[in-house]
């Protein structure tokens, strides 16, 4: 069946390090969403990536999306300890489809 | 707005027992899905729903049952309650395919 695997699956940073998760997906997708949650929480949306090579930044988190669009990474500098939590991907596989197939999460701790 | 609603936000079953898991939207949104998130792991879809009187089948829906009568509830319905079905139950909500979803604050559910 179609998968969407992220590495790494745990991730230790000191605070002022910069931090990659990286997302690969089985089969093309027609877009990609980044999604972030805190210890406890429920999953709040970060962005949407659709066209193919596309980059995006919000402040210091930049996200990529792949030309081949399969795969998408999420690169933030300089962490701090409001960065904690797990970062998953989710993928809309071609062709048309409702279905959104989230990523196995990334989760980050930020040591001060 | 109050976004995605959901009740209760912990439960303890008995196996073969059953309950209904609410959710509820007030932003008018047509697309509603439900996600179990089980400890450590991504989000796997169990249904979704594009508008009232219109849901399908996700990733795992077995055990499950939906229903959509109205734009705002898309209860999630548990038959014979299973070890297996501990996990946490998350609703989401979204205007169109290509947009954010809105996640309520999620259901622990203990079935023992």
């Known amino acids: 069946g179609q998968q969407v695997m992220q590495i790494p699956q745990y991730q230790h940073v000191q605070e002022g390090e910069d931090f990659t998760t990286y997302c690969n997906s089985s089969t093309t997708l027609s877009n990609i969403q980044w999604y972030k949650q805190r210890p406890g929480g429920h999953p709040v949306f970060l962005i949407q990536l659709v066209k193919s090579g596309e980059v995006k930044k919000q402040k210091r988190l930049t996200f990529q999306f792949g030309e081949a669009k399969k795969n998408s990474s999420l690169h933030i500098t300089a962490t701090q300890t409001t960065d904690v939590g797990t970062y998953f991907c989710?993928?809309?596989?071609?062709?048309?489809?409702?279905?959104?197939?989230f990523g196995t999460g990334t989760r980050l701790k930020v040591l001060a | 707005n109050a976004g995605v609603t959901q009740t209760p936000k912990f439960r303890i079953l008995k196996i073969g027992q059953s309950m209904t898991l609410q959710c509820t939207q007030d932003?008018?949104?047509?697309?509603m899905y439900w996600y179990r998130q089980d400890p450590g792991m991504g989000l796997k879809l169990i249904y979704y729903?594009?508008?009232?009187?219109?849901?399908d089948k996700g990733e795992v829906p077995n055990g499950y049952n939906v229903s959509r009568s109205t734009t705002e509830d898309f209860p999630l319905r548990l038959e014979l309650a299973a070890p297996s079905q501990t996990s946490v139950y998350f609703c989401?909500?979204?205007?169109?395919?290509?947009?954010?979803?809105?996640f309520g604050p999620g259901t622990r559910l203990t079935v023992l």
């Open positions: 989401a909500s979204s205007p169109r395919t290509y947009n954010e979803q809105f």
């Open positions: 729903s594009v508008g009232a009187g219109i849901t």
């Open positions: 989710a993928g809309l596989p071609y062709p048309g489809t409702y279905k959104y197939i």
């Open positions: 932003m008018n949104h047509n697309y």
